[in-house]
């Protein structure tokens, strides 16, 4: 069984959560409060990643 993570970008990221908006996202990216990495120009951040900064969550239900 894979058990793949799944990467948004920071708008699909800003979709998910209500209440962040694709600039804040950003901002936690760069100052590194938010775990993510670069691809290219863009930051990729994962699902476990969003949700355990946002809800304090462990691991995806």
């Given at each position: 069984m894979e058990n793949k993570e799944?990467?948004?970008t920071i708008k699909e990221a800003a979709g998910l959560i209500d209440g962040l908006?694709?600039?804040r996202i950003r901002q936690l990216c760069v100052s590194?409060?938010?775990?993510?990495f670069k691809a290219g120009r863009?930051?990729?951040?994962t699902e476990r990643n969003?949700?355990?900064m946002v809800f304090g969550e462990d691991s995806i239900a």
């Open positions: 799944r990467l948004l908006t694709e600039y590194g409060t938010l775990k993510c863009k930051y990729l951040i969003l949700r355990s």
